[in-house]
T-cell receptor, first 114, second 116 residues
């Protein structure tokens, strides 16, 4: 069985602070894929990043960065110099060859205040 | 990338009635899925919509309650039958292009359903 845990339910930061959203996953598959999605108040899910289990390189995209560590089964997401527009619910998700649909964590609601 | 259009975007329905949600993708996709997101909760997979055959339902979801059609590679419908207030949720359609599990999944904007 696959499981994604996002222990942080809600996070509140002041603009320009850095914030890290945690994601811990469980799977028995050796090949798997990890994702982060953003859900702003409008409700639409926006794809942010995909990582496969063989690629542990960290990735940076503008103010966003991701830290994938297989040793701790974690795929954490950091927003640097947060902005009000970053306020949203962020979901970590997992799938693999044994199930193409995404297994989502419960999400972390991020509020960035001016 | 794929653009997914869902209709209706929101609806308020009487208990005991049924609502059909439509999902149109702007390109042919291999996999289509339906998720439910209850208020303040995560996304739960309802079923995988299979083209030309019956949908594959997850535990806790049955065809009589959530019949799904997928007549071609760009379109699917989800019906929420005999609705009760517990069915009030956001229903999201998702599509993935080439059938690989690592492929990015795209989502529609969701249908916000309120049952009164």
């Amino acid at each position: 069985a696959q499981k994604v845990t996002q222990a942080q339910t809600e996070i509140s930061v002041v603009e320009k602070e850095d914030v890290t959203l945690d994601c811990v996953y469980e799977t028995r598959d050796t090949t798997y894929y990890l994702f982060w999605y953003k859900q702003p108040p409008s409700g639409e899910l926006v794809f942010l990043i995909r990582r496969n289990s063989f690629d542990e390189q960290n990735e940076i995209s503008g103010r966003y960065s991701w830290n994938f560590q297989k040793s701790t089964s974690s795929f954490n997401f950091t927003i640097t110099a947060s902005q009000v527009v970053d306020s949203a619910v962020y979901f970590c998700a997992l799938n693999s060859n044994s199930g193409y649909a995404l297994n989502f964590g419960k999400g972390t609601s991020l509020l960035v205040t001016p | 990338s794929a653009v997914i259009s869902q209709k209706p975007s929101r609806d308020i329905c009487q208990r005991g009635t049924s609502l059909t949600i439509q999902c149109q993708v702007d390109s042919q996709v291999t996999m289509m899925f339906w998720y439910r997101q209850q208020p303040g909760q995560s996304l739960t997979l309802i079923a995988t919509a299979n083209q030309g055959s019956e949908a594959t339902y997850e535990s806790g979801f049955v065809i009589d309650k959530f019949p799904i059609s997928r007549p071609n590679l760009t379109f699917s419908t989800l019906t929420v039958s005999n609705m009760s207030p517990e069915d009030s949720s956001i229903y999201l359609c998702s599509a993935s292009g080439n059938g690989s599990p690592g492929t990015e999944a795209f989502f529609g904007q969701g249908t916000r359903l309120t049952v009164v």
